[in-house]
C-alpha cells in the first residue's frame, strides 16, 4: 500500500515546545498515517498551531523528535502548508503558483502547465493574471490552497483554513481539501469549527491545554467521546 | 526688482531657445546623478534586503551604521572621495580627481547608505508578513533576497527616487570632487552656486526652475509608483 519513497508516517514523539516561560504543547506522541483527513480540534490556546508548525518543521520543538519514513526534508516539497491567514506574493495569481514550483526545480517547459492545472482545480483558471492580492478573501485563501498544492505535496497542513471566510467561502474551501484528500493527499488540519470538522475529518486529534486527550475515528468520537472534556467540549460548554 | 524680471526673462528665454550650454550643464547632471543612483542600487537595495531577512552577529551594527550614514553631510563624502583620489591617495594613479567619474563616485557614496537603509526598513515589513510562507516553500535567505526585491518592486521606486532626490540636489560633493570646471565637470548646483556669487541671475535662475521641474516630475513619478504599488499590493 505504501509508496517506496513515501514521507508517511509521519511520527512526532516526547513532542513539548515551550515560548517565554510558558509550556505549549507537552509530550506529544502522535503518528500521521495516510488515509483520511487528520483533523486537530481543540479550545483556542490548546496549541493546535503550534503543534501544526512543529510537525511541519516551522518551529523547532524544545523537546522530542519529528521524524518521517523517508528522507526528512523540512519543510521539504513533499509537504505544503496554507495558513489561516494567505500570504500572497505581490504578482499575479499564476506567478504565486509559479514559485514554489522554480523553487523545487520544476523544468521551466511543465511549470506553467502545472500552474495552470492547479488554478483549474480550485476554480481560478479565469483569475490567472490578476494580481493576488485583489483577489477576494476567499479567492485568496483557494490560491492558497492551489500554491500548495500545485508540487502534488504527499502531506498538506492547513491551519484554521476558513477561520476568516463567509459561509459561501468556507464551502468552496472544504470542496477542494475533500478533492485533495480524495486525491491521496494526506491532510491534517486545525480547525475551531466542529461542524468542519464533522463534514471533513477521517480522524479527529482532541487538544486540550497543550496535551492530546483523545484520538480517535471521527464518527466514533463525535458518537461517543470517551473523556469528559472532550464530551464538554462537543456539547459547547468553556472547559479550561 | 526690474533686475530681477529682467532676469527671469532672460532664464526663460534660454529655456526656451534650448541654450547649449545650459544643456550641457543639465544632461551632465543627470547623468552623473543617474549613474550614480544605478550604482547605489546595486550594492545599496540587495545590502538592505540582505540585512531584512538575515540575522547574523554584527548585524544592529550595521544598520545603525547606516542609518547614521544616511546623513553623512555631501561635502564629507565629497572630502573622502578626493582624498582617496588625489594625487598621493590610495586611488590617485586612476587620475580620476575633477572628471564626472570623480562625481559619480562621490554621490554613490553619498545615496548608498540611503538606499541600503530605505530598502531595509521597507523590506523588513514585508519579511515579517513572507517570513512563515517562504521557509514552508524551503526558501532560504539567500533565494529571498531577490523575492523580496521583486515584491517590494515598488516600494523601492519610491527608495530609489528619494536617493535620485539626494543626489540630484546636492552641491557639496560634486563642488569637491569635480571641481566645476566649466564644460566639463559643471552641474546644475555647482553652476547655481557660482553663477549666483557672480551675479549672472539669468544662467541660475534657469538652472533653478529646470532642477525644480526635474524634482516636480520626480515627485510626479514616486506619486504614479505608490499608485500602482496599492493596486498590487492591496
Avoid at chain 2, 54 to 83: E, H, K, Q, S, T
Amino acid at each position: 500500500m505504501r509508496k517506496p519513497d513515501s514521507i508517511l508516517p509521519l511520527v512526532a514523539e516526547g513532542l513539548s515546545f515551550a515560548a517565554g516561560g510558558a509550556t505549549i504543547l507537552e509530550d506529544i506522541s502522535l503518528s500521521i498515517e495516510a488515509g483520511g483527513p487528520t483533523v486537530i480540534i481543540g479550545p483556542n490556546g490548546a496549541g493546535k498551531s503550534v503543534l501544526l508548525r512543529l510537525l511541519h518543521g516551522l518551529l523547532a520543538p524544545s523537546a522530542g523528535t519529528v521524524r518521517d519514513a523517508g528522507r526528512r526534508e523540512v519543510p521539504g516539497p513533499a509537504q505544503a502548508m496554507v495558513f489561516q491567514r494567505p500570504v500572497l506574493l505581490r504578482r499575479s495569481a499564476l506567478a504565486n503558483v509559479l514559485y514554489p514550483l522554480r523553487l523545487a526545480g520544476v523544468p521551466r517547459a511543465e511549470r506553467e502547465a502545472k500552474a495552470r492545472e492547479a488554478l483549474a482545480l480550485v476554480g481560478l483558471a479565469q483569475m490567472a493574471d490578476r494580481p493576488a492580492r485583489q483577489l477576494s478573501g476567499g479567492e485568496q485563501q483557494r490560491l492558497a490552497l492551489a500554491r500548495a498544492a500545485a508540487l502534488g505535496p504527499e502531506l498538506l497542513f492547513l491551519d484554521e483554513p476558513c477561520a476568516s471566510l463567509d459561509p459561501a467561502a468556507t464551502r468552496a474551501v472544504e470542496e477542494i481539501v475533500a478533492a485533495l484528500a480524495a486525491r491521496g493527499t494526506k491532510i491534517v488540519m486545525t480547525t475551531h469549527d466542529l461542524g468542519q470538522a464533522r463534514r471533513l475529518a477521517g480522524e479527529i486529534v482532541f487538544l486540550h491545554r497543550g496535551r492530546i486527550i483523545e484520538r480517535g475515528e471521527a464518527p466514533a468520537f463525535f458518537a461517543s467521546p470517551a473523556t469528559s472534556e472532550a464530551k464538554a467540549f462537543l456539547t459547547g460548554e468553556l472547559i479550561w | 526688482m526690474n533686475d530681477l524680471s529682467a532676469a527671469f526673462g532672460t532664464a526663460v528665454g534660454m529655456i526656451a531657445a534650448g541654450d547649449a550650454a545650459l544643456a550641457a550643464i543639465v544632461l551632465l547632471s543627470l547623468r552623473v546623478s543617474f549613474t550614480a543612483l544605478a550604482i547605489a542600487a546595486l550594492v545599496g537595495l540587495p545590502l538592505g534586503a540582505l540585512l531584512a531577512v538575515a540575522r547574523f552577529p554584527g548585524r544592529r551594527a550595521i544598520i545603525v551604521a547606516l542609518n547614521a550614514l544616511m546623513g553623512l553631510p555631501p561635502v564629507v563624502a565629497g572630502l573622502l572621495v578626493y582624498l582617496a583620489l588625489s594625487r598621493s591617495g590610495p586611488l590617485g594613479p586612476l587620475g580620476l580627481l575633477f572628471t564626472p567619474s570623480a562625481m559619480i563616485i562621490a554621490q554613490a557614496l553619498l545615496i548608498t547608505p540611503i538606499l541600503a537603509a530605505l530598502a531595509r526598513q521597507v523590506l523588513e515589513t514585508m519579511w515579517e508578513e513572507y517570513e512563515e510562507q517562504l521557509r514552508s516553500f524551503g526558501t532560504g535567505a539567500a533565494r529571498a533576497v531577490p523575492t523580496l526585491l521583486w515584491d517590494g518592486r515598488f516600494a523601492l521606486l519610491t527608495v530609489l527616487l528619494a536617493g535620485f532626490g539626494r543626489a540630484s540636489a546636492e552641491v557639496g560633493a560634486v563642488m569637491i570632487v569635480g571641481g566645476n570646471i566649466e564644460g566639463f565637470t559643471r552641474v546644475m548646483t555647482t553652476a547655481i552656486a557660482l553663477e549666483t556669487s557672480k551675479g549672472d541671475l539669468p544662467l541660475a535662475l534657469a538652472l533653478g526652475m529646470i532642477l525644480m521641474a526635474i524634482v516636480v516630475t520626480v515627485n510626479a513619478l514616486a506619486q504614479g509608483a505608490r499608485d500602482t504599488a496599492s493596486r498590487w499590493a492591496g
